[in-house]
């Protein structure tokens, strides 16, 4: 079984910055894909930031410059920093990963529980 925890969300003020943590564990083969989505009150949850298994990079219009995603293969452990936020920001953050279980044959997609970051103006 395969897990994935985030931890860093909170309470910031427009300008500031957070630091959001997404470790995967359990049966793991291969990690490829790592990616951060978001999800505000009433809208469709929607693409952040990812990084492939090279350190390939793409993020949002409306976060570049301002957010930075990274992964440290040797803790199966994704990152994303989170700067000069806006109330816009505002939503659940969600880690997600293409991940290849041992002794299974084909990847998956997981997907962590969430973590709140609330900016306020």
């Known amino acids: 079984q395969v897990q994935l925890v985030e931890s860093g969300g909170g309470l910031v003020q427009a300008g500031g910055s957070l630091r959001l943590s997404c470790a995967a564990s359990g049966s793991i083969s291969s990690i490829n894909t790592m990616a951060w989505y978001r999800q505000a009150p009433g809208k469709q949850r929607e693409l952040v ?6 350190g390939s990079t793409n993020y949002a219009d409306s976060v570049k410059g301002r957010f930075t995603i990274s992964r440290d293969d040797a803790k199966n452990t994704v990152y994303l920093q989170l700067n000069s936020l806006k109330p816009e920001d505002t939503a659940v953050y969600y880690c997600n990963a ?9 990847r998956r997609d997981y997907w962590g529980q969430g973590t709140q970051v609330t900016v306020s103006s």
Not at 49 to 54: N, Q, R, V
């Open 49 to 54: 930031a990812a990084i492939t298994g090279g």
């Open 98 to 106: 293409d991940v290849q279980p041992r002794y299974q044959f084909t």
